[in-house]
């Protein structure tokens, strides 16, 4: 399992925002392969997080290769400032079921 994780300084959002934002999501949940994702918000330091799960990497450079995607990249800093991505391969999961996070593979397993 790989994830990939947008950490970010969010700035106002608009009605742009919004429109690839969903539809970049949109699509990212129907590319096979596609397990699952979260996000957190901070407000004391302003940073926004979004971690999405993907069985394999040729999946999440599906999402990263999408038109959409590559458009958004092009005008981020309307809405974000300061960014870090992190791609992860996930070589152990543990811990308390039902946390929203089923499509994470059980206990033990490893990618």
């Known amino acids: ?12 959002y ?6 690839f934002n969903d539809e970049i999501a949109a699509r990212a949940r ?8 979260e996000e957190w918000h ?9 971690v999405y799960h993907w069985e394999t990497l040729e999946a999440l450079q599906q ?8 458009e958004a990249k092009g005008v981020h800093e309307r809405w974000i400032g ?6 992860a391969e996930v070589v152990s999961v543990y811990g308390e079921r039902g946390l929203g996070l089923e499509h994470v593979p059980p206990e033990g397993a490893t990618a």
């Open 14 to 19: 608009d009605d742009d925002f919004h429109r």
């Open 82 to 87: 300061r960014y870090r991505v992190v791609i």
């Open 30 to 37: 129907v590319i096979p392969g596609f397990l699952g994702e």
């Open 1 to 12: 399992m790989y994830t990939s994780t947008f950490i970010f300084e969010a700035k106002p």
């Open 42 to 50: 901070n407000e004391a330091t302003g940073l926004h997080a979004e």
């Open 63 to 70: 999402l990263i290769g999408m038109p959409v995607h590559r």
